[in-house]
């Protein structure tokens, strides 16, 4: 149940973001804007800017793999400058992700997670509502943000870009003509 919850929800989101890195990429060659650029931009002034969305959407998606099935993850210390480094950081979480196996993170739901924050802030909860209601908002929200900032920034995507892994799902005749 709480490997179902995370590791192939965080396969797809990091997937599709790694896809749209790549059209902004492209797209930015096309329109002269640089990866610095991208990698410094930011929706807000108090807001993280992209790498370090992307570096959070990482970290956050192997976190419950350390907490809840006590799996060595990597460190993601420093924000890439570019969109190569970027898509390293990906490629290294979705490397770990996919060798988690089914029953790591455990089927008991109301088993005691806790963690602490840096600012000393201790959480108590069970471990389902550790995915609910920590996990999956904090992986979404830097996922949503990095997309947000490659929106901003001017790369053409759409939600079809955002949940690209859907197409899988797709009945076959029934996509609307081009």
Same mark, same amino acid.
């Given at each position: 149940?709480?490997?179902?919850?995370?590791?192939?929800?965080?396969?797809?989101?990091?997937?599709?973001?790694?896809?749209?890195?790549?059209?902004?990429?492209?797209?930015?060659?096309q329109?002269?804007?640089?990866?610095?650029?991208?990698?410094?931009?930011?929706?807000?002034?108090?807001?993280?800017?992209l790498?370090?969305?992307?570096?959070?959407?990482?970290?956050?998606?192997?976190?419950?793999?350390?907490?809840?099935?006590?799996?060595?993850?990597?460190?993601?210390?420093?924000?890439?400058?570019?969109?190569?480094?970027?898509?390293?950081?990906?490629?290294?979480?979705?490397a770990?992700?996919?060798?988690?196996?089914?029953?790591?993170?455990?089927?008991?739901?109301?088993?005691?997670?806790?963690?602490?924050?840096?600012?000393?802030?201790?959480?108590?909860?069970?471990a389902?509502?550790?995915?609910?209601?920590?996990?999956?908002?904090?992986? $979404?929200?830097?996922?949503?943000?990095? $997309?947000?900032?490659?929106?901003?920034?001017?790369?053409?995507?759409?939600?079809?870009?955002?949940?690209s $892994?859907?197409?899988? $799902?797709?009945?076959?005749?029934?996509?609307?003509?081009?």
């Open positions: 149940m709480l490997y179902d919850l995370t590791v192939p929800a965080y396969q797809n989101g990091l997937r599709a973001l790694s896809g749209e890195l790549s059209r902004a990429r492209t797209w930015g060659e329109n002269g804007i640089g990866e610095l650029q991208f990698a410094v931009a930011r929706l807000a002034p108090d807001m993280f800017p790498a370090s969305q992307i570096r959070f959407t990482c970290i956050q998606a192997l976190q419950p793999l350390a907490r809840l099935a006590d799996v060595d993850v990597p460190e993601f210390a420093d924000d890439a400058t570019d969109f190569a480094g970027m898509q390293d950081q990906i490629a290294v979480a979705l770990v992700l996919d060798t988690v196996d089914h029953g790591a993170l455990g089927d008991d739901g109301d088993r005691s997670v806790s963690f602490t924050l840096p600012n000393g802030m201790i959480f108590d909860m069970r389902f509502d550790y995915v609910r209601d920590w996990a999956q908002p904090q992986f $979404y929200f830097h996922r949503t943000a990095a $997309y947000a900032v490659l929106r901003h920034m001017g790369v053409p995507l759409g939600k079809a870009d955002y949940v $892994y859907m197409m899988r $799902y797709l009945r076959p005749g029934t996509a609307p003509a081009a």
